[in-house]
């Protein structure tokens, strides 16, 4: 007797299409014959500078101990998290990268009769949690290529449990300032949880810089996600965190997985809350990089969205997928984002400068290819 497995599935389960990550480096050069030491990957928004030798030390140290279970609670990382930021630690919730902790926030407060919001062209991982518990997720149009808050505080209704607001976006690089964000959340009830979703926000420097932790103390329904994944080098460990009122953390820490950050990782992620060299020049490389990038698409004449985070989404046509192919055959990976609704962009992580510069040559190709039809 054959079964269909997939009619056995939750109904949510059953229309969701699985997350497309970034095109590793190993798989193209499998594909194409390439040398992995020649592709240059742009796709994924990680760090061109690599480990922090401060995490990478912690991290060697760690391996001694890999036959015992890793502290559920996360103490020591907890205890640098709340040193650093100046919060408690009983508001802080550690995930298997950020993306953990937005999956366990909706268990924890969406039913299949709730409605949850966010903008069009935010990150996929919303309408994907979402759909999955079975609950309906109401898209608002974009502004601009960001959100709008405006008409995001007037899609609330009474069914409304959740609302997700990237700052900075993914994948548009877009931001809302401070009172913006205040505004906004001014307008939200309190029955209504407010996920602002800051993965790219110590690229953000300035006087104008947004930061949800000032704002906790005011809004008791909001929680402030971030992580290691980006600005601190640490995508392959998985360590994200967030920071709510002790109320909501306690919630939260009663779904999340009971050791769903790893010892390696934790040791990692607290040794590199103390490189401040390597942040540092992080932001200084993403920065230039940003301006590199965008001297080269002005000069190409493409359109391009300005960016505050390390990667930036610049509009190649209508052939964008030809493109992409094409930069692939070069050994570039960038990344498309049709499937956010952006089908003339090509999403570009900010990389080394002799990265980016590689990437710029092999565009001006491509576009050349494209335009005489080969």
Known sequence: MSIDYQSLAVRGVQALSPYQPGKPIDELARELGLNPADIVKLASNENPLGPSEKALAAAREALSELCLYPDGNGFDLKQ???????????QITLGNGSND??????????????????????FAVYPIVTQAIGAKGISVPAKDWGHDLDAMAEAVTDRTRLIFVANPNNPTGTV????????????IPASVIVVLDEAYCEFFEGEDAPDGL?????????????????AWGLAALRVGYSFSSPEIADILNRVRQPFNVDSIALAAATAVLDDEDYLQRSREVNAKGLRQLEQAFERMGLPFIPSVGNFIAVDVGDQAMEVYQSLLKQGVIVRPVAGYGMPKHLRVSVGLPEENEKFIQALEHALDAVNRGE
Do not use: W
């Open 80 to 90: 640098a998290l709340a040193k650093r930021f100046g919060v408690d630690m009983s």
């Open 101 to 122: 902790l937005l999956e366990v926030v909706a268990r924890c407060f969406v039913s299949s009769d709730s409605e949850v919001i966010f903008s069009q062209y935010a």
């Open 176 to 187: 809302h300032g401070q009172e913006a964000i205040q505004s906004f959340l001014d307008r």
């Open 214 to 230: 000032k704002l906790l103390s005011r809004y008791p329904n909001l929680i402030v996600c971030r992580t290691f994944s980006k």
